[in-house]
């Protein structure tokens, strides 16, 4: 059912400190509305520190996605019903996570009706808003916390006798501030809040159904749906019939990541627990964002993909030979900064990839600025679409592309044609291809007469390189971050003074602004 909103009154505000770990999240996916265009986008003020006031008492933090655009003026103007706004993104695939993460419309007028004002479903995932263009202090704060309450399962305080009424409440009359101060919520409201599936455990082990639902999903991007044969095999270790493609490839995908997902033992859930709880002291003071984003964790067998630790949406995945070394450095060195500095920081290597993909626009900001990529699109190709391995921690894998020496440059990794099956990492090739831009596009060269696009000895771009002070992952921006924040995170558990790499501090000096 969608609840409507009444609107009244002000009061002064207040100061909230955002360094706080809390045990429960809930993540709200901001979907704003424009013209057709793409242009005119309404407004959608979402003042996070207000917006978590109510709920920190109760241990429950809100996590606000990056906001994504959706190019329909009818919807935005309200000259469309909301269910049947609704039915549209669900078959546009707008939403991320159904039933799991709240997703918030931002429109000019809902219903037809004008701003101020919001629907939310009761009990949801849903709401609308339409914030007005000179709100009264506090406005805006409360009407995301009203509506996205209303998904949570609360009702308004008139409709509920455990809820005094004639107290400032999130569900009842007031001065905006003072309905959204830190008891705003009570005691009862929160108890049926902390029980809605919207709520997620800040750190969780993945099992079964829970597991193979979180790392078979799509809803942040499509993955199985573009995988090559050649990945298939070379990721789960066996050979694919050659004539399998389109669905029928993609369901054997499906099948064979989904029987790689395995439960965790109890030690195993002991150890994870106790790594995820240190680091994310550790990063809480300058890092915030990415201390609170919820850290779920998927388990699958040590040779699928490699034994490579990866992402899913936003789960991250762990190979049992990762957790074996992890729970190895447990057993001989106990609750220790020699046990934190080994085997485990590749979790948070990992979360940080969560992260990039919930806020892919923070992060090109400094991809294209101290990284000095061009943000591009390469062209479609059919020797590299055939033999790519994609990165599942950076899909975009078509899009950044180095510039060097007046000459753009595209890097992939590659499996090795003459390999067949193709062995993960066996058969991973370094392919450094130079790019001819065409109009708004790059486009490999091609030699005359060749069966593959031109490639170049990886040292002509050896310069480039240098900047990064990292073995591996030169091929997405995303894994050079996550590696030298890495680097530095180790550091600073084993008490070592941070690193004079210049590009190390232009990174870390990006990450305490932006990740807070």
Same mark, same amino acid.
């Given at each position: 059912m969608i609840r409507g909103l009444v609107f009244a009154g002000l009061l002064a505000a207040h100061t909230v400190s955002g360094h706080e770990l809390t045990g429960h999240t809930v993540l709200l996916q901001p979907i704003v509305l424009t013209d057709d265009a793409g242009d005119g986008a309404a407004k959608a003020n979402l003042p996070e520190e207000l917006i978590d006031l109510p709920f920190r008492r109760w241990d429950l933090d809100f996590q606000i996605l990056e906001p994504v655009e959706w190019s329909r003026r009818a919807f935005r103007d309200g000259e469309i019903d909301v269910d049947v706004i609704v039915k549209a993104a669900a078959e546009e695939g707008v939403f991320r996570q159904p039933r799991r993460i709240a997703n918030m419309f931002f429109a000019r007028k809902i219903n037809g009706r004008v701003a101020p004002n919001g629907l939310g479903q009761e009990p949801g995932w849903v709401t609308f808003i339409a914030q007005g263009g000179d709100p009264p202090l506090g406005q805006d704060a409360f009407v995301v916390v009203h509506e996205v309450t209303h998904n949570l399962g609360l009702s308004h305080t008139v409709d509920d006798a455990e809820v005094p009424s004639d107290i400032p409440n999130v569900m009842g009359d007031g001065d905006f501030l003072d309905r959204i101060r830190e008891d705003g919520i009570t005691r009862h409201q929160a108890a049926t809040i902390l029980k809605n599936p919207l709520v997620r455990e800040t750190v969780k082990c993945l099992e079964?159904?829970?597991?193979?639902?979180?790392?078979?999903?799509?809803?942040?991007?499509?993955?199985?749906?573009?995988?090559?044969?050649?990945?298939?095999?070379?990721? &789960? /270790?066996?050979?694919?019939?050659? +004539?399998? %493609?389109?669905?029928?490839? #993609?369901?054997? !995908? @499906?099948?064979?990541?989904? *029987?790689?997902?395995?439960?965790?033992?109890?030690?195993?859930?002991?150890?994870?627990?106790?790594?995820?709880?240190?680091?994310?002291?550790?990063?809480?003071?300058?890092?915030?964002?990415?201390?609170?984003?919820?850290?779920?964790?998927?388990?699958?067998?040590?040779?699928?993909?490699?034994?490579?630790?990866?992402?899913?949406?936003?789960?991250?995945?762990?190979?049992?030979?990762?957790?074996?070394?992890?729970?190895?450095?447990?057993?001989?060195?106990?609750?220790?900064?020699?046990?934190?500095?080994?085997?485990?920081?590749?979790?948070?290597?990992?979360?940080?990839?969560?992260?990039?993909?919930?806020?892919?626009?923070?992060?090109?900001?400094?991809? &294209? /600025?101290?990284?000095?990529?061009? +943000?591009? %699109?390469?062209?479609?190709? #059919?020797?590299? !679409? @055939?033999?790519?391995?994609? *990165?599942?921690?950076?899909?975009?894998?078509?899009?950044?592309?180095?510039?060097?020496?007046?000459?753009?440059?595209?890097?992939?990794?590659?499996?090795?044609?003459?390999?067949?099956?193709?062995?993960?990492?066996?058969?991973?090739?370094?392919?450094?291809?130079?790019?001819?831009?065409?109009?708004?596009?790059?486009?490999?060269?091609?030699?005359?007469?060749?069966?593959?696009?031109?490639?170049?000895?990886?040292?002509?771009?050896?310069?480039?390189?240098?900047?990064?002070?990292?073995?591996?992952?030169?091929?997405?921006?995303?894994?050079?971050?996550?590696?030298?924040?890495?680097?530095?995170?180790?550091?600073?558990?084993?008490?070592?003074?941070?690193?004079?790499?210049?590009?190390?501090?232009?990174?870390?000096?990006?990450?305490?602004? #932006?990740?807070?």
């Open positions: 079964g159904k829970e597991a193979r639902r979180a790392y078979l999903g799509e809803s942040f991007e499509d993955y199985y749906t573009e995988l090559n044969r050649r990945e298939v095999e070379a990721m &789960t /270790g066996n050979a694919v019939g050659k +004539d399998l %493609k389109g669905e029928a490839l #993609e369901k054997e !995908a @499906r099948e064979r990541f989904g *029987n790689a997902v395995m439960d965790f033992t109890p030690e195993e859930r002991e150890v994870l627990f106790w790594m995820v709880g240190e680091y994310r002291k550790l990063l809480v003071e300058d890092f915030p964002l990415l201390a609170n984003q919820p850290w779920q964790v998927v388990k699958v067998k040590s040779d699928h993909c490699g034994g490579f630790c990866h992402t899913r949406g936003l789960s991250v995945v762990i190979a049992k030979g990762a957790l074996d070394r992890m729970v190895k450095d447990y057993r001989r060195d106990g609750k220790s900064s020699k046990t934190l500095a080994g085997a485990g920081t590749i979790i948070v290597h990992e979360q940080i990839h969560v992260l990039q993909r919930c806020f892919p626009r923070k992060f090109s900001g400094l991809y &294209t /600025g101290a990284y000095g990529l061009v +943000d591009g %699109k390469v062209g479609h190709d #059919e020797w590299v !679409a @055939r033999n790519e391995i994609q *990165n599942p921690d950076g899909l975009e894998g078509n899009r950044w592309i180095v510039d060097y020496e007046g000459n753009y440059y595209w890097l992939k990794t590659i499996l090795d044609e003459k390999d067949d099956p193709a062995m993960m990492p066996a058969s991973f090739q370094e392919a450094i291809m130079p790019l001819r831009k065409t109009g708004e596009t790059y486009r490999v060269i091609w030699r005359k007469g060749g069966k593959k696009p031109q490639l170049v000895n990886p040292n002509l771009i050896r310069g480039w390189k240098k900047q990064f002070p990292i073995r591996a992952g030169h091929d997405h921006p995303n894994e050079i971050f996550a590696y030298l924040f890495q680097a530095e995170l180790t550091r600073k558990i084993m008490k070592e003074e941070p690193s004079g790499d210049p590009m190390t501090k232009k990174t870390m000096a990006w990450a305490r602004k #932006e990740l807070r």
